[in-house]
């Protein structure tokens, strides 16, 4: 689920969720929210509510990114899961411990650059398509003066208005827009 959260520890906070065992202790590792303008999704609504969770309150069949995350924060807000998220953290790699049976994950306190190391029973990759942005290799690209964005690191302060605007990619960002 990209664009919704960063590295967490999600110990058995779901326990009320029909499939979550409560006897496992869970890493969760997720992004920080997409918040390019018109951000949204190209399949219905629907299919981004948890079954266990379902949600009626979609204001239209293709909601935006804003819909959906106040959704998600609702579920996890009932279910106590905040308490166990650790925001603004970057996973810079992982290995597991044959001796102890373990994964030692390699992360990075974004705040402060401090490393340090979680260690996990179970490691689940869930890396979207958007987690490291890569941009285009276009001919005279380093030599443009204007500012470049990309959807997955979307700069706060970016105006465009006034501007020409080319969009580089497949358009699936902007096929619900």
């Given amino acids: 689920m990209a664009g919704l959260g960063s590295p967490t520890d999600v110990r058995p906070a779901l326990s009320a969720a029909p499939s979550w065992r409560g006897d496992i202790n869970h ?4 992004k920080a929210p ?6 949204g999704v190209d399949i219905p609504g629907v299919f981004y509510s948890l079954s ?30 905040p308490q166990h998220i650790r925001l603004r953290t970057e996973w810079t790699g992982a290995h597991w411990d044959e001796k102890a049976c373990k994964w030692r994950v390699f992360l990075t306190d974004l705040e402060t ?54 969009v580089v990619g497949n358009g699936c960002k902007l096929s619900s827009s």
């Fill in 34 to 39: 997409t918040t390019d303008p018109g951000c």
């Fill in 113 to 166: 650059g401090t490393p340090f190391i979680h260690e996990a029973k179970i490691l689940v990759s869930a890396v979207g398509g958007y987690v490291n942005p890569k941009y285009p290799s276009l001919p005279g690209l380093e030599d443009f003066h204007g500012p470049v964005a990309h959807t997955a690191a979307w700069p706060d302060n970016l105006d465009l208005a006034g501007k020409n605007v080319v």
């Fill in 27 to 30: 890493t969760l590792l997720t």
């Fill in 52 to 81: 266990w969770a379902p949600n009626a309150e979609f204001s239209r069949a293709f909601p935006s990114q804003p819909e959906i995350l106040a959704y998600l924060r609702r579920v996890a807000t009932k279910h106590n899961v």
